[in-house]
């Protein structure tokens, strides 16, 4: 049995943000991961204005591995196209590999203690420790943190409800790549009902996928036609595009007495963008001061995390959820011009860049979608 104070599941953005952040504050902290990194993982690699803020020290350095910056998104819905320029910073685009590997090793510099390629099997919390087992060992520490995405055994482990989740298919095409889709971000309504498809250029090749909340559609087969209309047949014969869920929506509980659930094992995805990786170091930062205080206090209960992120995020959560199933339903939506004359669809690419529901759409469109207010915000 090996004892540290905090045990923290699952190595990505919101695993190692979490090490990384109770490192530096003098916390000794262990980060599993069953995955060796550089792993990949089935993503488009966008990082957005507001995720790039967050990740402003690590930006800073000349190791950071960005593949390519994008200032411009074209939108695609019924039959049309609307091209939008974004402005700075644009959206950075890099490969998930490179990314997680260097906020692996951001959290080993911190002083995290690391443990990779190596599964967690089982997840107990008692009264007075959590253990957590892998293959290899058992840890016995004060908190645990489960950053170990869609299907958390963590979550699993202490209880906390599953439920069905949207799904995506994404291929990496390329090289090489087309003139014609080598500089902007395509984000494409008609590429699928229920949801959209995406192309986002990384330099050396394409990133193309599509997810919808629709779990009826055959996403494989989808995707290949999309590649083929997209004039990317050859491509299409190669690649094999990986299937995975997307976790939206938030869910009721994210902590409890000695843990805490951050990323995508929270559910933290956008409902409308699916952009997964803001709120995976928005909840580690979060998680980070809970944990922090309750060592401070001497309370193990991190519930008051669970209550803090549905304050802070419920409401917009619930904005973008509204808007994501009112918008898929009917595309047409989009274009419809409402008194004050605007669009649904000159909001999006502020969103799509990151940008805030609440603060994007205006209070008359919010009312229509039947958002409720804060009510049940007020019970978590
Ligand atoms: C197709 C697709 C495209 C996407 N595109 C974007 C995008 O462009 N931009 C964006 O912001 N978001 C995007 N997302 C969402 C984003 O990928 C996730 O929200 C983000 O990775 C969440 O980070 P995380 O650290 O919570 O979890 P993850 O990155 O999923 O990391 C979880 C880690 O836990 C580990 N793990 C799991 N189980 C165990 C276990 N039992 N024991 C030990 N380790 C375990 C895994 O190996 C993994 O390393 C996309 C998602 C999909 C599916």
Redesign the pocket.
């Known amino acids: 049995m090996i004892a540290t104070e905090v045990v923290v599941?699952?190595?990505?953005?919101?695993?190692?943000r979490v090490a990384t952040g109770l490192a530096k504050a003098g916390i000794d902290v262990v980060l599993?991961?069953?995955?060796e990194f550089g792993?990949d993982?089935?993503?488009?690699?966008?990082?957005?204005p507001r995720?790039q803020r967050l990740l402003e020290a690590e930006i800073a350095s000349t190791e950071f591995p960005v593949s390519t910056r994008v200032r411009t998104i074209r939108l695609r819905s019924e039959g049309r196209e609307v091209t939008y320029d974004i402005g700075d910073p644009g959206v950075m685009l890099l490969r998930?590999a490179a990314l997680?590997a260097f906020l692996v090793g951001g959290a080993r510099d911190a002083g995290a203690h690391t443990q990779l390629g190596?599964?967690?099997?089982r997840v107990i919390a008692c009264e007075d420790a959590v253990t957590v087992s892998?293959v290899d060992a058992v840890y016995r520490g004060d908190f645990v943190v489960g950053?170990?995405?869609?299907?958390?055994?963590v979550a699993r482990g202490l209880g906390i409800a599953g439920g069905v989740m949207p799904?995506?298919?994404?291929a990496d095409v390329g090289p090489p790549i087309p003139d014609h889709l080598d500089r902007d971000m395509i984000v494409d309504l008609d590429a699928v009902p229920g949801g959209y498809g995406?192309v986002?250029p990384k330099g050396d090749h394409l990133?193309v996928?599509i997810?919808s909340l629709s779990a009826r559609i055959r996403l494989r087969p989808r995707l290949h036609e999309y590649l083929e209309g997209l004039g990317l047949e050859a491509a299409s014969n190669q690649v094999r595009p990986?299937v995975?869920?997307?976790?939206l929506g938030m869910r009721e509980r994210l902590s409890g007495r000695r843990f805490a659930l951050?990323?995508?094992?929270a559910r933290?995805?956008d409902p409308f963008t699916?952009?997964?990786?803001?709120?995976?170091l928005r909840s580690a930062d979060a998680a980070v001061r809970a944990i922090i205080e309750a060592r401070r206090v001497g309370n193990p209960d991190l519930s008051g995390y669970s209550r803090q992120l549905w304050q802070k995020m419920g409401r917009e959560t619930r904005i973008a959820s509204a808007l994501a199933r009112a918008a898929f339903a009917d595309p047409g939506l989009l274009w419809r011009v409402f008194p004050g004359k605007w669009r649904i669809l000159d909001l999006l690419p502020g969103i799509l860049a990151g940008g805030s529901f609440c603060g994007s759409l205006p209070r008359g469109l919010i009312d229509r979608l039947h958002v409720p207010v804060g009510v049940d915000d007020r019970r978590r």
């Open positions: 599941v699952g190595a990505g953005p919101g695993g190692a599993i991961d069953r995955a792993r993982k089935p993503c488009g690699g966008a990082l957005t995720a998930r997680d190596s599964g967690v099997r892998t950053a170990d995405g869609a299907g958390s055994i799904r995506a298919a994404s995406w986002f990133s996928g997810g990986r995975h869920p997307v976790p951050v990323g995508d094992a933290l995805a699916g952009e997964g990786i803001y709120g995976a």
